[in-house]
């Protein structure tokens, strides 16, 4: 190889970098000791920066384009200007290629739950988490202040940092906005931009900045949000007690569905009323039928119970009830009932009055009957 061809290789030189790999934030170009030719072309492509550290010092930071490292006014000493040294260079050079994009899709969350006063539920504690997005917006103080002299950079380096710093100010933010919790939900975005706010100054000393910050959700703990849902569904039912009288109505219109409307609608004391009802009723006459059951079949066991209905009545276009028939005994004897009035229970066909169904006729028997011409 001659002088000439010796030479040419000394003056071509090209820095570049192409970044594959969507995570890595600064990158270092390597060369041989790192000393930088005289004339070399350096080519910095749309999103990214190139800083130069000569000596150990920050010496300029280029945007994108094309440029030729030949002036004499540039941080470089080049191997051509010291032939005493045979190329060799005792000053050295770094050139760092830094990712100017932004890194999208990045995850942040609260690792435990933040504790906040609400107005309308006192102290509880939350949970949120989302997206957000970082980019680098000063090379230069990104290189000096988080870098250093890591020849390859990655966002899964920062990213920790930075989750916290997020949950920090997010924490602040809440606390002090006074939101209430069920308002939380529409306002998500508003709480979003504050935060970010707030996040730009700390992570600006760092060289970065966040272009957009989301928050996707806001939960309560299991056995609040399980306690909110049954206030919820009581919200949904209204009025508690037609709610049972309404359940207790149609579970008796379903097949044996009677004992178990009796233990949730009618409740206890009804219950003891009817079982008395049915006792009066059966009385001599239960006895007497059920013996010569006994005497064929000592070992059978006896007959179910009668399912004792319950009754509505209708008075001035209202219904009311339900009522037992141990219940319309006493109306019946206080004038309240009366043959005329309209009654039903689950399984009659439409109204009738009280004196055509034979459950509730012999609860007038006891009474004179109108007198003529009435």
Do not use: C
Not at 73 to 95: A, C, R, V, Y
Not at 180 to 209: C, F, H, W
Not at 334 to 350: I, K, M, N
């Amino acid at each position: 190889m001659g002088i000439f061809d010796f030479l040419t290789g000394e003056f071509i030189d090209v820095i570049h970098w192409v970044d594959d790999t969507r995570d890595t934030m600064v990158w270092r170009f390597e060369r041989e000791g790192h000393e930088i030719k005289y004339g070399a072309k350096l080519t910095v492509r749309e999103g990214q920066a190139a800083v130069f550290v000569h000596e150990g010092q920050l010496a300029d930071v280029f945007t994108p384009g094309l440029y030729m490292l030949e002036t004499n006014n540039m941080p470089i000493l080049t191997t051509l200007q010291h032939w005493d040294h045979g190329f060799k260079s005792p000053f050295k050079s770094e050139i760092y290629f830094v990712n100017t994009t932004r890194f999208n899709d990045l995850k942040w969350g609260t690792k435990n739950p933040i504790i906040v006063r609400d107005p309308e539920f006192g102290p509880v504690r939350l949970r949120a988490y989302g997206t957000y997005s970082v980019r680098v917006s000063d090379p230069a103080r990104f290189l000096t202040e988080i870098v250093g002299t890591d020849g390859e950079f990655t966002m899964d380096e920062i990213s920790y940092q930075i989750r916290n710093v997020i949950v920090q100010e997010f924490s602040r933010t809440i606390a002090r906005a006074q939101i209430p919790v069920l308002d939380m939900a529409a306002n998500t975005r508003e709480l979003g931009k504050l935060v970010a706010q707030e996040i730009a100054k700390q992570i600006g000393e760092y060289g970065l900045s966040l272009p957009e910050l989301y928050i996707e959700n806001i939960s309560l703990p299991p056995a609040v949000e399980e306690v909110l849902d049954k206030r919820s569904s009581m919200g949904v039912i209204g009025n508690l007690n037609e709610y049972v009288q309404f359940q207790a109505a149609e579970a008796l219109g379903r097949d044996g569905a009677g004992a178990a409307a009796m233990q949730t609608g009618l409740g206890a004391g009804l219950g003891m009323q009817m079982g008395q009802a049915a006792a009066a009723q059966a009385g001599p006459w239960g006895a007497r039928t059920q013996a010569p059951a006994q005497a064929q079949a000592p070992m059978a066991s006896p007959p179910p119970p009668p399912v004792e209905h319950v009754w509505h009545i209708a008075e001035g276009g209202e219904t009311k009830g339900p009522f037992s028939k141990a219940a319309l005994g006493r109306m019946a004897a206080e004038g309240a009932l009366t043959r005329e009035t309209y009654v039903w229970t689950p399984g009659q066909d439409g109204w009738q009055r009280a004196e055509d169904v034979v459950e509730l006729a012999q609860l007038f028997t006891v009474l004179p009957p109108p007198p003529p011409g009435a």
